[in-house]
């Protein structure tokens, strides 16, 4: 948590700077975690090889919102898909089911915010703890619990 000297002040974060995270083996860094912002958001870039997603899921506590930084993505929310390309931005409701994949043939980046932010503990978690979805899914899926956040199929095709 910021002391209250900090919270008067800019927090910056220069390029290059930030909390680095390999959770999944998606290479992400963490520009601003919710623990610094008293759980108000977190914000995030994550680089994303080619057909490269997440299996889909719900936040049920928090808004994501994506801005496609480099590459060719395209993102499900609630059955409907979108292509999305650089410079592109797409929010996510809270409570529905979403997913996105590197539909590009180059590793793409996304700028990625949660609102409110505790989500990005459930990364830190699972990277401190050294899980992999090949070995570990009954664990991350309690962990997810925890973190409002649940796996309800996977990838599309």
Known sequence: MMDQDSRDRALVRRA?????????????TFLV?????????????EKVPAGAGPPMHVHH???????VLAG??????AGEAQDLTDGD???IPKGAPHTFKNIGSSEGQLL???TPGDGDGFFIEVERLGLHPS???PQIVEIAGRYGLEFVGPPPA
């Open 33 to 45: 975690r919710s623990d610094e912002v008293n759980g108000a958001f977190s914000h995030w870039i």
């Open 61 to 67: 506590r928090e808004q994501e919102l994506f801005r």
């Open 16 to 28: 290059g700077e930030g909390t680095g995270n390999q959770a999944f083996d998606l290479p992400r």
């Open 135 to 137: 070995r570990d899914m």
């Open 112 to 114: 990625i915010t949660l």
């Open 89 to 91: 931005t797409v929010l």
């Open 72 to 77: 060719q993505f395209r993102f499900w929310c």
